[in-house]
């Protein structure tokens, strides 16, 4: 079991700067394989950010490329998302992510492919 926590969202103007936090417990943390989405009311979750187990391996989606890294430090059991340049089309709850595997490269893309989630945190971005 894993449980996750999310911290770090609130109001920021355009251009403005946030940095989202994922604390987990649980003793399978460091084999799980996280991820970032987000979901805007009215909107599908959306995917962010997702690294791999191993940690070598990042995916970004194409609209936060270049603003957003993710980060993770597995003897704190935190992962975060450092979140630049934000636009007033970040605004969303973002959630934190995990998936439960071992000795994998791979990163995950779709939501149903995830093991655990935070409750998640609001973010929003002024214009």
């Known amino acids: 079991q894993v449980q996750l926590v999310e911290s770090g969202g609130g109001l920021v103007p355009a251009g403005g700067s946030l940095r989202l936090s994922c604390a987990a417990s649980g003793r399978t943390f460091s084999n799980s394989a996280m991820g970032w989405f987000r979901q805007a009311p009215g909107k599908e979750r959306e995917f962010v950010a997702g690294?791999?187990?191993?940690?070598?391996?990042?995916h970004y989606g194409d609209s936060v490329k270049g603003r957003f890294t993710f980060s993770r430090d597995n003897a704190k059991n935190t992962v975060y998302l450092q979140m630049n340049s934000l636009k007033p089309e970040d605004t969303a709850v973002y959630y934190c992510a995990a998936k439960t595997t071992y000795y994998s490269s791979s990163v995950y893309f779709t939501p149903h492919e995830y093991d655990y989630w935070g409750q998640g945190t609001q973010v929003t971005v002024s214009s």
């Open positions: 690294l791999s187990w191993s940690g070598d391996s990042f």
